[in-house]
C-alpha cells in the first residue's frame, strides 16, 4: 500500500531548556527494521507493518539537579529506565535496586 507521511520532529527532535536534554525523535519503521521517511509518499509491501512512535519534548534543567528520590519514584512507577537512572541522573545501584523492587511490589519509595 502507499503511505503518506507528514511527521514532524524525525531529524530534528525537540530541544531541551535551562540545561536539558533532547526529546526523543518521531521513528517510523517497517516490520522488516527498514526506517521510514517522515514526509512524503512511501510504499509499503504487502505483509508488512509500519510502527510509528512519537517524540517527548525535551527536558527542562539538568538531570543531576533532581531530587533523588523523585528519581527512584520515576524508576520504581516505570517512567524512566534503569539505565537512564544509572546513565542520565546518577542514581547508585543501591538505588536502583530499591525502586526496582519497590516497583515490584507496587509500593512508593518517597
Request: glycine fraction near 16%; charged fraction near 25%; avoid cysteine.
Amino acid at each position: 500500500f502507499e503511505f503518506s507521511a507528514m511527521f514532524d520532529r524525525v531529524d530534528h527532535p525537540a530541544l531541551g531548556r535551562a540545561g536539558g536534554g533532547i526529546g526523543a525523535p518521531t521513528t517510523l519503521t517497517r516490520s522488516d527494521g527498514t526506517t521510514m521517511r517522515g514526509k512524503g509518499k512511501q510504499f509499503v509491501p504487502h505483509g508488512q507493518r509500519v510502527a510509528m512512535a512519537f517524540p517527548g519534548g525535551g527536558g527542562y534543567g539538568l538531570a543531576s539537579d533532581r531530587d533523588r528520590a523523585l528519581v527512584r519514584e520515576d524508576l520504581a512507577q516505570g517512567y524512566i529506565s534503569e539505565a537512564s537512572a544509572r546513565d542520565v541522573f546518577g542514581l547508585s545501584e543501591d538505588d536502583i535496586a530499591d525502586a526496582l523492587e519497590a516497583g515490584r511490589l507496587g509500593r512508593s519509595v518517597k
